[in-house]
Structures are given as C-alpha cells and as structure tokens.
Nanobody, 114 residues
Framework: QVQLVESGGGGVQPGGSLRLSCTAS????????MGWYRQAPGKQRDLVAS???????YYADFVKGRFTISTDNAKNTVYLQMDSLKPEDTAVYYC????????WGQGTQVTVSS
C-alpha cells in the first residue's frame, strides 16, 4: 500500500505562483511514475504532469512552459511548481503514483482569481 499526502494548494491571483508537494509513504519501492492530475467542476480528471523513476517528464500542452515537476527521492516527495497561473488552472489537484497499481492523494484545491 502507498499513501500520498498533498500540500501547497490555495488561492492566488492570475500570473502568480504556487508550489504543490506530495509525499509518499508505504511501499514506494516499486514506484514507476508519479505525477499530478487536476479536475475542475463538471469536467474530467486530466493529467497535468508526470515524472518517471528515471527522471523523464511529461507535461500536458496546457501547462508546458508554465509548470515544472520535480522530485526529491530522499524525501519520497514530488513537487509541482506552477507559475504564470491562469483562472482556467483552477481545479482540485490530485497527486498520483503508479507502483504499479494506481494510488491517489486526497486532492488539494487551487483557485486562481482576481
């Protein structure tokens, strides 16, 4: 079993920045990929960014150039640095791990509004 605990959400004005953190505990030895999904009200859950155990990254087109995913393997933590935030980035952000089963965090709200 794997437990994922997220932090760092909140409210920010357009153009601002936030950093999300997700710390994994439990059986993380088999981790293949970690990342972040988001879900806005009434919409499907979309993959935002992910990173493999080898360090390869993926970004959805709608965040390329604005968001950066990184890890601290010593802390079993994955980060999502979000810059140049837009109102359309408003959503609940979920941490995800494939190990190889899928695990999810509880979600953290990000609100971008003036």
């Amino acid at each position: 079993q794997v437990q994922l605990v997220e932090s760092g959400g909140g409210g920010v004005q357009p153009g601002g920045s936030l950093r999300l953190s997700c710390t994994a505990s439990g059986n993380t030895f088999s981790m293949r990929r970690m990342g972040w999904y988001r879900q806005a009200p009434g919409k499907q859950r979309d993959l935002v960014a992910s990173i493999s155990s080898g360090g390869s990254t993926y970004y959805a087109d709608f965040v390329k150039g604005r968001f950066t995913i990184s890890t601290d393997n010593a802390k079993n933590t994955v980060y999502l640095q979000m810059d140049s935030l837009k109102p359309e980035d408003t959503a609940v952000y979920y941490c995800w791990m494939a190990s190889p089963n899928n695990y999810w965090g509880q979600g953290t709200q990000v609100t971008v509004s003036s």
